[in-house]
């Protein structure tokens, strides 16, 4: 299997993201929620700095700053998984407080 760019569980990456009526792509940024793995693909959640309208489950980086990012920030529901090469480059990472959130958050969305 070929050498993989490597991306942590956590990391807070830019991305080349679809919408999710796959009416184009957008350039943003998104928290890798995969582990480590052999594979190409990561499964990621997309990151936006508008804060109103949160839907169950979404909520506001508390240390966004730290993560890399230029704005507040929410984590978003949606999930996606991209080809590594879709990844431009790491920003940052999600701090322990904003990694628990993220946990909990995903154990809602995905029923565990």
Same mark, same amino acid.
């Given at each position: 299997?070929?050498?993989?760019?490597? #991306?942590?569980?956590?990391?807070?990456? *830019?991305?080349? !993201? @679809?919408?999710?009526?796959?009416?184009? =792509?957008?350039?943003? @940024?998104?928290?890798? &929620?995969? +582990?480590?793995? @052999?594979?190409?693909? &990561?499964?990621?959640?997309? %990151?936006?700095?508008? !804060?109103?309208? %949160?839907? @169950?489950?979404?909520?506001?980086?508390? $240390?966004?700053?730290?993560?890399? *990012? %230029? #704005?507040?920030?929410?984590?978003?529901?949606? *999930?996606?998984? !991209?080809?590594?090469? /879709? =990844?431009s480059r790491r920003?940052? /990472? %999600?701090?322990?407080?904003?990694?628990?959130?993220? $946990? +909990?958050? *995903?154990?809602?969305? !995905?029923?565990?």
């Amino acid at each position: 299997m070929p050498s993989m760019t490597s #991306y942590d569980r956590g990391d807070v990456v *830019l991305a080349s !993201l @679809p919408f999710s009526d796959l009416s184009g =792509i957008k350039r943003r @940024p998104a928290v890798v &929620i995969s +582990a480590p793995h @052999p594979s190409v693909d &990561i499964f990621l959640l997309p %990151l936006t700095s508008q !804060l109103d309208h %949160l839907q @169950p489950g979404e909520f506001v980086l508390s $240390d966004w700053q730290g993560a890399g *990012l %230029l #704005y507040p920030s929410v984590v978003k529901r949606g *999930l996606f998984t !991209l080809d590594h090469l /879709c =990844i431009s480059r790491r920003l940052g /990472c %999600l701090s322990s407080v904003d990694e628990e959130a993220l $946990d +909990a958050t *995903l154990r809602v969305w !995905l029923g565990l």
